[in-house]
């Protein structure tokens, strides 16, 4: 009976912690494959080996997010949501560029009507998360993508390129084909608190990167 009590308690205290996170990050490995086997494509496939990304989150206040796309390029992505300002800081063969742009919250929680959902009823852990899987197809076009979701853990990153309105969770994986380029995106760490927070949601634009705005 004690054992039993103590398993219900864990099971219990795991649900509440998922539940309420305020903080953290995600790191995300990227395996990229060429699906088309022209030269160009194959050639911009390899060179974007190695690439991951990584998300930082303070709920309701910011949003970072770190691409490092093999040797292509370099970006940094933040999102102050109270003010819905936005800092793009990208390094590539073209330089080092900042850009500084507003964005509309309305969009990131916008359903596209051309997108049909099937949730598949398919199911796997990940990271310790339970995950649902969810196909998205393009009635417009011949595009497909598959997610892989979570409902234990409740974060909302607003304004960003990453979470797709049309899935009713977190992906911790989740799949794109962009230009005969598959894409595989998979959670293969995370964290509920950050330190330094101040360096890591930073609008200051470091040396050496020219300005623009949208």
């Excluded at 219990?12 to 995600?26: A, K």
């Excluded at 060429?34 to 930082?56: G, H, N, V």
Aim: proline share 3%.
């Amino acid at each position: 009976m004690k054992k039993h009590f103590i398993f219900i308690f864990f099971c219990l205290f795991i649900s509440l912690y998922h539940g309420q996170v305020s903080e953290g990050f995600f790191q995300y490995n990227i395996d990229v494959t060429a699906i088309d086997t022209s030269m160009e494509t194959r050639k911009s496939a390899s060179m974007l080996q190695d690439s991951k990304m990584t998300i930082y989150f303070e709920q309701n206040k910011y949003t970072k997010i770190i691409f490092k796309m093999g040797m292509m390029f370099n970006a940094d992505i933040i999102v102050d949501h109270k003010t819905n300002e936005s800092l793009t800081l990208s390094t590539s063969f073209m330089g080092k560029h900042a850009i500084k742009s507003q964005v509309n919250p309305e969009e990131s929680i916008k359903k596209d009507s051309s997108i049909l959902v099937d949730f598949t009823g398919e199911e796997k852990t990940i990271l310790g998360f339970k995950c649902k899987k969810a196909i998205l197809k393009n009635k417009n076009s011949d595009q497909k993508l598959t997610y892989w979701y979570t409902n234990d853990i409740k974060i909302k990153l607003y304004n960003t390129p990453f979470v797709n309105p049309n899935i009713p969770g977190f992906p911790l994986a989740f799949s794109t084909i962009d230009k005969g380029v598959f894409m595989r995106y998979q959670a293969s760490n995370y964290g509920f608190e950050l330190t330094d927070k101040e360096k890591i949601f930073s609008f200051e634009i470091p040396e050496g990167y020219t300005l623009t705005k949208e």
